[in-house]
T-cell receptor, first 114, second 112 residues
């Protein structure tokens, strides 16, 4: 199984809502990532988890809260988002192995904040 | 911050022609990778070239790496309409790192 599964595929939420994005992989990868991608732009790294511990937070606002409950799951909790947070949110996973970091991506969650 | 810079930003070719995309980066790397993204979907890993390699092939793909110029190129030969996508180079942050930073991408359109 070489898939990274993200749910939901699409999400529309109001600025006062709380929602969560979910990501799952069963490749035994111990690094998992959240990326944000705006239209016609490259993915931008948000968070990196290594061995279920947050290792990198790229100065992401606190209205985005990541969680890694176990080695297969990664969540992104959303609260009080702004319309400019509308984007494609991509989850990825890889081995924790310096020098060979092929990442496997999910199909993304298309988030619209209204 | 974005490490890689691709050019051209957009490329339109006829089916059967070759497509070449370039990527430049700024700092030392362990490896450089190329990914493809179909419209609005996830990224798919295409090929990885290590910093001590100069050229690598995979099917219709050929990647070169020039670490002295901090640049790489991706050549797709005999393009097909299904190759229409955005292509991104991605670099790691050097020794001990496993996070990727993506370039701005090249949008390739292959006209049947």
């Amino acid at each position: 199984d070489t898939e990274v599964t993200q749910t939901p595929k699409h999400l529309v939420m109001g600025m006062t809502n709380k929602k969560s994005l979910k990501c799952e992989q069963h490749m035994g990868h111990r690094a998992m990532y959240w990326y944000k991608q705006k239209a016609k732009k490259p993915p931008e790294l948000m968070f990196v988890y290594s061995y279920e511990k947050l290792s990198i937070n790229e100065s992401v606002p606190s209205r985005f809260s990541p969680e890694c409950p176990n080695s297969s799951l990664l969540n992104l909790h959303l609260h009080a988002l702004q319309p400019e947070d509308s984007a494609l949110y991509l989850c990825a996973s890889s081995q924790v192995y310096s020098g060979y970091t092929e990442a496997f991506f999910g199909q993304g969650t298309r988030l619209t904040v209204v | 911050s974005q490490q890689g810079e691709e050019d051209p930003q957009a490329l339109s070719i006829q089916e059967g022609e070759n497509a070449t995309m370039n990527c430049s980066y700024k700092t030392s790397i362990n490896n450089l990778q190329w990914y493809r993204q179909n419209s609005g979907r996830g990224l798919v890993h295409l090929i990885l070239i290590r910093s001590n390699e100069r050229e690598k092939h995979s099917g219709r793909l050929r990647v070169t790496l020039d670490t002295s110029k901090k640049s790489s190129s991706l050549l797709i030969t005999a393009s097909r309409a299904a190759d229409t996508a955005s292509y991104f180079c991605a670099t790691d942050a050097g020794a001990g790192s496993y996070q990727l930073t993506f370039g701005k991408g090249t949008k390739l359109s292959v006209i049947p």
